[in-house]
T-cell receptor, first 109, second 118 residues
Framework: GDSVTQMEGPVTLSEEAFLTINCTYT??????LFWYVQYPGEGLQLLLK?????DKGSNKGFEATYRKETTSFHLEKGSVQVSDSAVYFC????????FGKGTMLLVSP | GAGVSQTPSNKVTEKGKYVELRCDPI?????LYWYRQSLGQGPEFLIY????????DSGLPNDRFFAVRPEGSVSTLKIQRTERGDSAVYLC????????????????FGPGTRLTVL
């Protein structure tokens, strides 16, 4: 079956540091890939997505590239802010959404 | 704006009791999804509706769980004979019509209902 594996957290960074959260997936066919974010006390929000190989999704300074050859969709941001502190979920969709376990990001001033 | 709403936000019940969780999707969204998120885990798919019918209920863990959407809008997730292991946050999401039977439209999530079974 479909599965998503993402790095365990928490990831602790200082403001303006570079962020990478790794995500790899297993799926049949050609799924769409997503990153969702859950800010403290709020619901899940779509951060970015990519629907086919080599697509790059981007939003709010975050980027992720759909790498079919490595079955990966790593999330990156060049300079994190305190307000980026949240839990980030990698997900794939073939018929329904399958989520990873989430990675908590803590950014300190 | 009118996003997905869920009630109650918190529900505490005793083992063996029956609970109902409600989801109000975004107006005009024909697809509705239920997920369960246990502590430290990502959301796990339970069931999805296209209109009034359950198009895929493969994620329901057992027959104690049931969901309805009688008029194609509001949905209720029903759990019978609750167990402590049912404690989790139950998330609802909605999206525009699913094209070709697959989820090709963005799902918008509600804030969830935190269920605690004592």
């Amino acid at each position: 079956g479909d599965s998503v594996t993402q790095m365990e957290g928490p990831v602790t960074l200082s403001e303006e540091a570079f962020l990478t959260i790794n995500c790899t997936y297993t799926a049949t066919g050609y799924p769409s890939l997503f990153w969702y974010v859950q800010y403290p006390g709020e619901g899940l929000q779509l951060l970015l997505k990519a629907t086919k190989a080599d697509d790059k999704g981007s939003n709010k300074g975050f980027e992720a590239t759909y790498r079919k050859e490595t079955t990966s969709f790593h999330l990156e941001k060049g300079s994190v802010q305190v307000s980026d502190s949240a839990v980030y979920f990698c997900a794939l969709r073939s018929s329904t959404l399958t989520f990873g376990k989430g990675t908590m990001l803590l950014v300190s001033p | 704006g009118a996003g997905v709403s869920q009630t109650p936000s918190n529900k505490v019940t005793e083992k063996g009791k029956y609970v109902e969780l409600r989801c109000d999707p975004i107006s005009g969204h024909t697809a509705l999804y239920w997920y369960r998120q246990s502590l430290g885990q990502g959301p796990e798919f339970l069931i999805y509706f296209q209109g009034t019918g359950a198009a895929d209920d493969s994620g329901l863990p057992n027959d104690r769980f049931f969901a309805v959407r009688p008029e194609g809008s509001v949905s209720t997730l029903k759990i019978q004979r609750t167990e402590r292991g049912d404690s989790a946050v139950y998330l609802c999401a909605s999206s525009l019509m699913v094209a070709g039977g697959r989820g090709t439209n963005e799902q918008f999530f509600g804030p969830g209902t935190r269920l605690t079974v004592l």
